[in-house]
């Protein structure tokens, strides 16, 4: 069975299980597992940040960054299609009292003169804009990279307000390879980063949220109020390490496989965006007759798993454990049940 649902599907190999056996583990809810402190720290390096927190979840590191910059009854800007509106539960208004604001952008890059008239006036009737929140790659646009020069456009109008910004960078180092731009450089104009390790990069589990001492203090404190701190971790802080060091250049790879099979679906008209759109390793195919449960059932009976988005659309991504022999196939399964 081919697996395209998602880049969350990899094992781990042979090589980073043996780095995860040989950590030396230690007590991190004390501060003593010396594999994860690397870890941490690593990250933070990697994005120019101060300090950073290993997150059991994408999810949650999220949610920590919202609830370590806002107050309850404060409103949070992002794109309609953001990851945190769409697939985390109601978390900001659960777990932070707050409400999203969404704004509809062009494949997930909002328009910084949208923001700023998404601005709350400071009166008593009104939530108060407290937090922007980017993607990048962008999930729902097909893996979309945001360009800096926009991120930048978006720093500046937030910092003349005073509102704080937060960059879901679940796949950024996806972004990374394909703009060849410095991770550090993406980071800069925001005041938290998180970086999931278990999608392109390959390990089983786990975020980093970067940011001030200060923010990943309190992101600290309320990481042990939601239940996430963890005991004796070295082990998937050892695989965090081995992605870091061996799977970030690799990327250029899963990209080039999703460019393969993005013009394939071009070939057979359901490429839902323009091939230039297909920037990483996200694939959407648009269906209008909404059969893509349908086409699910048939994909999945000839041997590939993809990702139904929702009655129209369907989402596939390469990731480290799709190979060449792989993509021949699957291109060869896309024209035999599309063609």
Same mark, same amino acid.
């Given at each position: 069975?081919?697996?395209?649902? *998602?880049?969350?599907?990899? @094992?781990?190999?042979?090589?980073?299980?043996?780095? %995860?056996?040989?950590? =030396?583990? &230690?007590? $991190?809810?004390?501060?003593?597992?010396?594999?994860?402190?690397?870890?941490? =720290?690593?990250?933070?390096?990697?994005?120019?940040? #101060?300090?950073?927190?290993?997150?059991?979840? !994408?999810?949650?590191?999220?949610?920590?960054?919202?609830?370590?910059?806002?107050?309850?009854?404060?409103?949070?800007?992002?794109?309609?299609?953001?990851?945190?509106?769409?697939?985390? &539960?109601?978390?900001?208004?659960?777990?932070? !009292?707050?409400?999203?604001?969404?704004?509809?952008?062009?494949?997930?890059?909002?328009?910084?003169?949208?923001?700023?008239?998404?601005?709350?006036?400071?009166?008593?009737?009104?939530?108060?804009?407290?937090?922007?929140?980017?993607?990048?790659?962008?999930?729902?646009? !097909?893996?979309?990279?945001?360009?800096?020069?926009?991120?930048?456009?978006?720093?500046?109008?937030?910092?003349?307000?005073?509102?704080?910004?937060?960059?879901?960078?679940?796949?950024?180092?996806?972004?990374?390879?394909?703009?060849?731009?410095?991770?550090?450089?993406?980071? #800069?104009?925001?005041?938290?980063?998180?970086?999931?390790?278990?999608?392109?990069?390959?390990?089983?589990?786990?975020?980093?949220?970067?940011?001030?001492?200060?923010?990943?203090?309190?992101?600290?404190?309320?990481?042990?109020?939601?239940?996430? !701190? %963890?005991?004796?971790?070295? *082990?998937?802080?050892?695989?965090?390490?081995?992605?870091?060091?061996?799977?970030?250049?690799?990327?250029?790879? =899963?990209?080039? @496989?999703?460019?393969?099979?993005?013009?394939?679906?071009? $070939?057979?008209?359901?490429?839902?965006?323009?091939?230039?759109?297909?920037?990483?390793?996200?694939?959407?195919?648009?269906?209008?007759?909404? =059969?893509?449960?349908?086409?699910?059932?048939?994909?999945?009976?000839?041997?590939?798993?993809?990702?139904?988005?929702?009655?129209?659309?369907?989402?596939?991504?390469?990731?480290?454990?799709?190979?060449?022999?792989?993509?021949?196939?699957?291109?060869?399964?896309?024209?035999?049940?599309?063609?």
């Amino acid at each position: 069975m081919i697996d395209l649902r *998602s880049d969350t599907v990899t @094992r781990p190999t042979a090589a980073m299980r043996k780095a %995860m056996y040989a950590a =030396d583990v &230690g007590d $991190d809810v004390y501060g003593e597992d010396r594999v994860m402190n690397k870890l941490q =720290d690593q990250v933070a390096g990697l994005l120019g940040k #101060e300090a950073g927190l290993f997150i059991p979840s !994408g999810t949650m590191s999220n949610q920590l960054a919202i609830r370590s910059q806002t107050q309850p009854g404060d409103e949070v800007i992002c794109d309609y299609n953001a990851h945190i509106f769409n697939y985390e &539960g109601g978390g900001p208004a659960l777990l932070s !009292g707050v409400q999203l604001h969404p704004l509809n952008g062009d494949h997930g890059i909002l328009d910084p003169a949208e923001i700023r008239s998404a601005f709350r006036p400071t009166d008593h009737h009104y939530a108060q804009t407290r937090l922007i929140a980017l993607e990048n790659t962008h999930n729902r646009a !097909g893996g979309v990279v945001y360009p800096l020069i926009m991120i930048e456009a978006v720093a500046k109008l937030a910092r003349g307000q005073g509102i704080l910004m937060h960059l879901d960078g679940a796949r950024l180092m996806n972004a990374v390879i394909a703009s060849g731009i410095d991770p550090a450089a993406y980071a #800069e104009p925001f005041n938290s980063v998180s970086l999931c390790l278990s999608k392109g990069l390959g390990a089983p589990v786990g975020s980093v949220l970067v940011g001030d001492a200060d923010l990943i203090e309190q992101a600290h404190r309320f990481r042990k109020l939601f239940g996430g !701190g %963890m005991r004796q971790v070295g *082990s998937l802080a050892a695989a965090g390490l081995y992605a870091l060091e061996n799977n970030i250049e690799r990327l250029a790879d =899963d990209h080039q @496989r999703a460019k393969e099979l993005a013009k394939t679906c071009l $070939d057979l008209g359901v490429l839902e965006n323009d091939l230039a759109w297909t920037q990483t390793n996200i694939v959407i195919m648009n269906f209008p007759k909404g =059969d893509t449960a349908y086409l699910e059932t048939k994909f999945r009976a000839e041997g590939l798993l993809v990702s139904v988005v929702n009655d129209h659309r369907i989402r596939l991504v390469t990731h480290l454990d799709f190979n060449d022999e792989q993509l021949v196939q699957t291109k060869q399964l896309l024209k035999k049940v599309l063609g």
